[in-house]
Nanobody
Framework: VQLVESGGGLVQPGGSLRLSCAASGFTFSTYAMSWFRQAPGKEREWVARITSAGSNTNYADSVKGRFTISRDNAKNTVYLQMNSLKPEDTAVYYC?????????WGQGTQVTLSS
């Protein structure tokens, strides 16, 4: 099982990034997918979730209206489009797959806001 995040980097406040998470080794289309993030010195927090078929999404209040989660089950990939980025969005972003008792994590990708 692998979840490989990409797309992180250094961006100015107000800018945009799109994160990707490529999955392999499990039946991607049957798993709900989420993004979490962990800022320095803070606990990991949930950011967004999408159901297995992509029909429903949920967001943390801190990112609602700015971030969009989506998935392409044909490509075994989940995305996080991040717009209007703020300094407090600086964190390592992790991809998560969950179905029943099975749960997998990626290694994370760093997003840094800096002017």
């Amino acid at each position: 099982v692998q979840l490989v995040e990409s797309g992180g980097g250094l961006v100015q406040p107000g800018g945009s990034l799109r994160l990707s998470c490529a999955a392999s080794g499990f039946t991607f289309s049957t798993y709900a997918m989420s993004w979490f993030r962990q800022a320095p010195g803070k606990e990991r927090e949930w950011v967004a979730r999408i159901t297995s078929a992509g029909s429903n999404t949920n967001y943390a209040d801190s990112v609602k209206g700015r971030f969009t989660i989506s998935r392409d089950n044909a490509k075994n990939t989940v995305y996080l489009q991040m717009n209007s980025l703020k300094p407090e969005d600086t964190a390592v972003y992790y991809c998560n797959a969950k179905m029943s008792w099975n749960e997998y994590w990626g290694q994370g990708t760093q997003v840094t806001l800096s002017s």
